[in-house]
């Protein structure tokens, strides 16, 4: 569990949670997460643990506003639950979820955290290398276009 709030503290510390909120949900839930090293941060969280770091955290509730959901209708009675209501609302596994977690990536890299693919959906594959040229197999009979005198 300290990974995840590892992770969390940092992205929150660095700035770079603003407009990328539904993003590092769906990172957090559902990508492994490492060090340039291999060391690994997560391999994801459930809805309940991520749902208890935010809560410990004192993240700020109006951050749920970037995906539409109103804090005001959310569960207000405990935190953790409204984080998890919160969570629920985001759908961190559309595509907008996807798109915004993919866009956070190349910051988290800045940050020192490197992100797997999404589930689901496997890694951009790079393309094919071009194969080196093989010289052609001479025949046996083969006098290099010359005709034989017979």
């Not at 993240?59 to 109103?70: I, K, S």
């Amino acid at each position: 569990m300290d990974g995840i709030r590892e992770l969390l503290s940092a992205v929150r510390d660095a700035g770079v949670l603003a407009g990328n909120f539904r993003g590092l949900l769906h990172i957090a839930i559902g990508r492994k997460v490492t060090r340039p090293d291999g060391t690994p941060v997560t391999t994801g969280v459930t809805w309940r643990t991520l749902a208890g770091e935010l809560k410990a955290m004192r993240f700020d509730q109006e951050l749920v506003r970037e995906y539409g959901a109103d804090p005001d209708a959310l569960t207000a009675r405990d935190r953790e639950r409204f984080w998890y209501a919160a969570i629920a609302v985001a759908k961190v596994d559309s595509a907008e979820a996807i798109a915004e977690a993919d866009r956070l990536v190349p910051k988290l890299k800045t940050l020192g955290f490197v992100v797997g693919p999404s589930p689901g959906h496997p890694a951009p594959t790079p393309p094919p290398r071009a194969k080196a040229a093989e010289p052609k197999p001479k025949d046996k009979d083969d006098t290099g276009g010359k005709k034989k005198k017979k």
